[in-house]
């Protein structure tokens, strides 16, 4: 990646990460659920999920992706089932909650760690990113590769630090508004899950 091509990069993942997608929407329907501190671990989870996803493609995936198209097909599918059932956990499950079954309820470190690899917006975004703001697949790849992998996972990294925080703590503002309001308020974590779920279906199988 050129120096001169880093600013267009910087607006194109600001952008990409920023705007409503399944995750965004999974992370504002906990914090409007649990409140942002009950949330906290979830939107790490998601954070480095994505880091991960970032890396892993980087190194060696990217190729293996553009090579067998059933691996794409299989983890849209898993994809869209993952995000499905995580929607579930945070609108139903607290419906009528319980000590024991809030606590469930809440999603974890573990349960953001695989939403952006299940995640069909998380994997454009990167595939896109390696794909026209890098040297993949020129002759200058492997002296500059790793550096480049740095750069990309890095600015991802910090934009969704910020962005991620930023969507679940705006959920909560709806979680302390309407704490007192409690049947408003799962309306509008269903009406986020819905989203939620729509979104990703369109994703993987409309676009």
Request: net charge positive; proline share 4%; with cysteine.
């Amino acid at each position: 990646m050129t120096l001169s091509l880093y600013p267009a990069f910087f607006i194109f993942a600001l952008i990409m990460v920023t705007t409503p997608g399944p995750a965004n929407l999974l992370l504002m329907s906990s914090g409007a659920q649990h409140g942002l501190y009950k949330s906290l671990p979830f939107v790490a989870g998601v954070t480095f999920g994505k880091l991960f996803l970032t890396i892993g493609l980087g190194f060696g995936f990217l190729s293996l992706l553009n090579s067998n198209p059933f691996i794409i097909n299989l983890i849209k599918i898993a994809g869209t089932g993952y995000i499905c059932w995580l929607s579930y956990k945070i609108m139903f499950l607290n419906l009528k909650p319980t000590s024991k079954t809030e606590l469930e309820s809440i999603p974890n470190f573990f349960n953001g760690l695989l939403v952006h690899p299940l995640n069909p917006k998380g994997w454009a975004m990167v595939i896109a990113a390696y794909t026209q703001f890098t040297s993949f697949g020129s002759a200058s790849l492997t002296s500059n590769w790793a550096l480049e992998v740095l750069i990309i996972a890095s600015t991802f990294f910090l934009i969704q630090s910020v962005s991620h925080s930023v969507w679940c703590w705006a959920g909560s503002l709806i979680f302390n508004f309407l704490n007192q309001k409690n049947l408003l308020r799962q309306s509008i974590v269903i009406i986020l899950a819905v989203l939620t779920v729509g979104t990703v279906i369109y994703s993987n199988f409309f676009i």
